[in-house]
């Protein structure tokens, strides 16, 4: 053969290949130089007789890698390596494996995930597959299934005093993307800067400054965030359990915020995340509650069910509806059509809230044990002072005279165990207390005492 190879340097043994594999051998020849750029291959009729197959075989082959780019043809010429494939691309390294995750995870903001109702679940699915028109297999709605709305419409008003309906909820693919929607709208009805509660989440605040808009840090106290200190024409809060101190915000600052937005057209984002997981009382209903028209609430699923779900709702005052939707329908991050229909069907048959309960005794169950646990620390680490029963973490402000963060956090890898610092969450630089986040529902529930050692090693002087 005029080329300089035969069938058995590309792997090729007579009488085997078809078009599929001939390809691929030739295809990896090339790309690996063996068949360097701009050399000949053999006509289809001398390549069928050294390979002892149909000559069509080869042509198929030939066709496929023209059609790719691997092979250049010619009337009148005979069929070459293409010239721009004459040097590889570079392929870059593989990145550097991620770190081992820790062996005990106390990262706030994360469920059970053992616990997930799966048999539930998967009942709720088979449901929502059976009943399902074929014309919902379409795009369907952007806003979400109007039986996903429907549900959490009646679910929200039962259970979070929400004060809504189906054309006011926006299913979303997680809540950094409902607040996401939301920045955006607000961006462009000309709403130049976003107030947070001052600590609150860092991850959160990059979405509305990504846009451009100012991001501003209110104060905290044991009340909750201080009303008279909010400034921008929209504001982010926490009220039922505030992230990451853990303080409600007290009835005479929820009505002095209410009464704010009623007055100066002020948005209120109420992210209500983990809202259910009152311990020592009925959860306090929502804000929105009390001014639908002016507070926009987010709730998720997140923290009852999982993450992997991605739903997360919003229930918006009516001017924002059709905003948001629009921005909806261009994000193309729409929520997965099965998860919303098998949680609709979750919620309407009482299974979703059957599995909050028992989730909801469980995570006060694993409080009383690390509050005790902590008790017994010889170093005097203790709960923020007006911290609330309730939620999936606790903040705990370390000892004034003991380790800083950073070293906790360096303790904590040496002993497999994933925390969080408090520091990043403050908004505005300045001299705070340091502390760390908790999250004590990640733990499975067999591995929670174990799991509980292991931070108390951490956290022991």
């Known amino acids: 053969m005029t ?13 085997r290949p078809d078009s599929r594999g001939l390809a691929e051998a030739l295809r990896t020849a090339i790309r690996d130089g063996l068949l360097p750029a701009g050399s000949r291959v053999p006509s289809t009729r001398v390549l069928a007789q050294e390979l002892g197959v149909a000559r069509g075989t080869v042509t198929r082959a030939y066709d496929q890698l023209i059609a790719e780019g691997f092979l250049l043809s010619r009337q009148g010429a005979p069929t070459t390596v293409a010239e721009r494939l004459a040097e590889p691309d570079p392929v870059d390294p593989p990145p ?34 059976r009943d399902i028109p074929a014309d919902d297999l379409d795009y369907g ?15 929200l008003a ?28 607000l961006h462009d009805q000309g709403v130049g800067s976003i107030d947070f509660e001052d600590p609150s989440a860092p991850q959160l605040r990059t979405i509305p400054a990504s846009l451009g808009m100012a991001v501003r840090g209110v104060p905290v106290d044991d009340d909750g965030i201080d009303v008279a200190q909010v400034r921008s024409g929209a504001v982010v809060v926490t009220p039922a359990h505030q992230f990451p101190l853990g303080v409600a915000l007290s009835s005479a600052r929820r009505m002095a915020l209410v009464q704010r937005a009623k007055d100066e057209d002020l948005l209120v984002v109420e992210d209500d995340y983990d809202g259910e997981f009152r311990f020592d009382r009925q959860p306090i209903g929502s804000l929105q509650g009390m001014a639908p028209n002016h507070v926009a609430y987010a709730g ?43 949680m609709a069907e979750l919620i309407r048959s009482g299974a979703y809230d059957q599995h909050v309960r028992r989730s909801r005794a469980a995570y006060r169950k694993r409080l009383e044990l690390l509050t005790a646990a902590l008790d017994d620390l010889r170093a005097n680490h203790r709960p923020h002072p007006a911290g609330i029963s309730a939620g999936l973490h606790v903040t705990l402000q370390l000892d004034p005279e003991g380790p800083t963060e950073r070293e906790v956090l360096t303790r904590a890898r040496e002993h497999s165990v994933e925390l969080e610092a408090l520091g990043p969450h403050w908004v505005r630089a300045g001299d705070h207390p340091p502390g760390v986040v908790v999250g004590y529902a990640a733990p499975a529930e067999h591995a929670f005492r174990p799991a509980l050692q292991a931070l108390v090693a951490v956290l022991q002087r």
């Open 3 to 15: 080329v300089g190879w035969s069938p058995a340097d590309l792997g090729l043994a007579r009488g």
């Open 96 to 129: 550097d494996p991620a770190p081992a995750a820790a062996r005990w995870d106390f990262r706030p903001g994360r469920p059970d995930l053992s616990a997930f109702p799966r048999r539930d679940w998967l009942a709720a699915s088979r449901r929502a597959m």
């Open 141 to 155: 709605d952007p806003q979400g299934h109007p039986l996903l709305r429907e549900a959490l419409a009646d679910y």
């Open 158 to 185: 039962r259970v979070r005093a929400v004060a809504t309906a189906p054309e006011r909820i926006i299913v979303c693919n997680g809540y950094t993307q409902a607040l996401s929607l939301l920045s955006k709208a």
């Open 300 to 342: 998720t699923a997140s923290k009852t069910l999982a993450p992997a779900l991605r739903l997360a709702w919003l229930a918006l005052p009516p001017q924002l509806v059709g905003p948001v939707r629009r921005l909806k329908i261009h994000s193309g991050l729409h929520a997965p059509l099965f998860e919303q229909l098998a």
